[in-house]
């Protein structure tokens, strides 16, 4: 497989330094905290089921955020995030494995590592309870995501197709979250979701990531069967605990 082919510019960039990027000293052993269990908390407790997203910038936002992230991260609980999501690709995100490892100290909601992890060895970067695989760029998913439940991460595998999801499920994924991003021209389509939803067994947990913006974009996405909103830039523009409370509809 060749990971770059067809993809925008700016894709081509991030996966050039991911692949320059060495991984951890020691092999992680994780005892991960929930996702799913988190996620379906938060719809018995009245919200919507919210990854909120801990990103200083991206290749696809204007400017770039320098907020404490810890700080950025107890704002989205206190807005009724059901999980937490933070960027760890330093060159293109702003991330890094030290902004993780101090969020996850300070909040008790599950944190999912978002970042372009493409050896196994990345995967020892840092501790955290659920890490992001993208199928387009893995060739052996299924000995990535074997790596990672070795180490006790939970892998929530990123897909944009229907085939892709079915290969992500030949792979014995579990976690499966939906890009509504083409990482081709990188638009957003909601319907990509819906499609590739329509489509997925009702054993797997869903997660709709990219372009929800609004309490309606997040109502479509739950009515195609959404178990999880993965948020970012909707809740990182402007007052982020207020964001999030309009979008997990949780009273000021």
Same mark, same amino acid.
């Given at each position: 497989?060749?990971?770059?082919?067809?993809?925008?510019?700016?894709?081509?960039?991030?996966?050039?330094?991911?692949?320059?990027?060495?991984?951890?000293?020691?092999?992680?052993?994780?005892?991960?905290?929930?996702?799913?269990?988190?996620?379906?908390?938060?719809?018995?407790?009245?919200?919507?089921?919210?990854?909120?997203?801990?990103?200083?910038?991206?290749?696809?936002?204007?400017?770039?955020?320098?907020?404490?992230?810890?700080?950025?991260?107890?704002?989205?609980?206190?807005?009724?995030?059901?999980?937490?999501?933070?960027?760890?690709?330093?060159?293109?995100?702003?991330?890094?494995?030290?902004?993780?490892?101090?969020?996850?100290?300070?909040?008790?909601?599950?944190?999912?590592?978002?970042?372009?992890?493409?050896?196994?060895?990345?995967?020892?970067?840092?501790?955290?309870?659920?890490? /992001? =695989? !993208?199928?387009?760029?893995?060739? @052996?998913? &299924?000995?990535?995501?074997?790596?990672? *439940?070795?180490? %006790?991460?939970? #892998?929530?595998?990123?897909?944009?197709?229907?085939?892709?999801?079915?290969?992500?499920?030949?792979?014995?994924?579990?976690?499966?979250?939906?890009?509504?991003?083409?990482?081709?021209?990188?638009?957003?389509?909601?319907?990509?979701?819906?499609?590739?939803?329509?489509?997925?067994?009702?054993?797997?947990?869903?997660?709709?990531?990219?372009?929800?913006?609004?309490?309606?974009?997040?109502?479509?996405?739950?009515?195609?069967?959404?178990?999880? /909103? =993965? !948020?970012?830039?909707?809740?990182? @523009?402007? &007052?982020?605990?207020?964001?999030?409370? *309009?979008?997990? %509809?949780?009273? #000021?």
């Amino acid at each position: 497989m060749n990971e770059s082919e067809g993809v925008a510019p700016a894709i081509e960039s991030i996966l050039a330094a991911a692949r320059e990027r060495e991984g951890g000293d020691e092999r992680v052993a994780v005892d991960a905290r929930a996702l799913p269990a988190a996620l379906s908390a938060a719809e018995a407790d009245g919200r919507v089921p919210v990854i909120a997203e801990v990103k200083p910038t991206s290749p696809t936002t204007d400017g770039r955020r320098d907020a404490d992230p810890v700080d950025l991260a107890e704002a989205m609980v206190e807005g009724g995030a059901a999980a937490l999501s933070v960027l760890t690709e330093p060159a293109h995100f702003g991330g890094s494995p030290d902004a993780l490892r101090e969020v996850r100290a300070a909040v008790d909601v599950p944190v999912l590592r978002k970042d372009f992890v493409l050896e196994e060895a990345q995967l020892d970067t840092v501790e955290a309870d659920a890490v /992001l =695989l !993208i199928a387009r760029f893995l060739d @052996d998913l &299924d000995g990535m995501i074997a790596a990672a *439940r070795e180490r %006790g991460f939970q #892998a929530l595998v990123e897909v944009h197709t229907v085939a892709e999801l079915d290969r992500a499920l030949a792979a014995g994924a579990e976690l499966v979250g939906v890009n509504n991003r083409d990482l081709a021209q990188l638009d957003v389509d909601l319907s990509t979701f819906e499609q590739v939803a329509s489509e997925a067994p009702d054993d797997v947990t869903l997660i709709a990531e990219s372009g929800i913006g609004s309490p309606e974009d997040a109502g479509r996405m739950r009515e195609a069967g959404a178990n999880g /909103l =993965l !948020i970012g830039s909707a809740i990182m @523009d402007g &007052d982020v605990a207020a964001n999030t409370r *309009r979008l997990t %509809g949780v009273a #000021a």
